[in-house]
């Protein structure tokens, strides 16, 4: 029981980490394209590309059916609106001050 804490503690530290790490490199992306509406869409379109690029090469190696119907409806407005807040969330991060040191 005790080694599937620590996995399971493991795995947690390791999605903060990378959720941690996708956020703060998309708002420097977004900073760096210009901070506008127009560069945030341009970054979360490439990465929702490459995610779901990978997610349906993995799907595909696996064997699984593609969603139809309500499922695919409610993963297309998940998707959409996971999107929209993205972006809204990369332009108040590249509007952001970031420093090292306090003021």
Not at 45 to 54: D, E, T, Y
Not at 68 to 91: D, E, K, N, Q, R
């Amino acid at each position: 029981m005790g080694m599937l804490v620590h996995g399971n503690a493991l795995l947690a530290l390791a999605a903060a980490v990378l959720w941690g790490g996708g956020d703060f490199s998309g708002g420097m992306g977004v900073k760096r394209a210009g901070g506008s509406m127009e560069s945030a869409l341009r970054v979360i379109l490439l990465s929702h590309c490459m995610s779901f690029s990978v997610l349906m090469l993995l799907a595909w190696l696996r064997g699984d059916a593609f969603p139809h119907g309500a499922a695919l409806v409610w993963g297309v407005v998940a998707g959409v609106t996971a999107g929209v807040s993205l972006a809204c969330f990369y332009i108040a991060l590249s509007r952001g001050r970031w420093e090292l040191r306090p003021r």
